[in-house]
């Protein structure tokens, strides 16, 4: 089992930006990837990042495209998501997420080990 602890969520003003952490422990597999989800109430998490182990392939959600980078440091299996240019709509519980592969394609539903989450709010 692998268990994932974010950190960083809280209040931010619109434009400004956040970085959140996710240090992933437990029975990891040797090529695992690490992505985000967020979201809001009633809604589907939506897919917000990923990154292969070597972090040489990424990808990104369309509404965050341009403005968010992903990286990894695997000394401390750890996974970082910044978030630049803050918008209202980016407000969400943002989760962190582990799956022992990686691929282009990242629904809700592939993924082996979810964090508790943590709550990002962007004020206008």
């Known amino acids: 089992q692998v268990q994932l602890r974010e950190s960083g969520g809280g209040l931010v003003q619109a434009g400004g930006s956040l970085r959140l952490s996710c240090e992933a422990s437990g029975r990891t597999s040797v090529t695992y990837a690490m992505a985000w989800f967020r979201q809001v109430a009633g809604i589907e998490r939506e897919f917000v990042a990923a990154?292969?182990?070597?972090?040489?392939?990424?990808s990104f959600g369309d509404s965050v495209k341009g403005r968010s980078t992903i990286s990894r440091d695997n000394a401390k299996n750890t996974a970082y998501l910044q978030l630049n240019s803050l918008k209202p709509e980016d407000t969400g519980i943002y989760f962190c997420?582990?799956?022992?592969?990686?691929?282009?394609?990242?629904?809700?539903?592939?993924?082996?080990?979810w964090g508790e989450g943590t709550l990002v709010t962007v004020s206008s």
């Open positions: 990154a292969s182990y070597s972090g040489r392939s990424k």
């Open positions: 997420a582990y799956r022992s592969y990686y691929s282009n394609n990242w629904s809700p539903q592939s993924i082996d080990n």
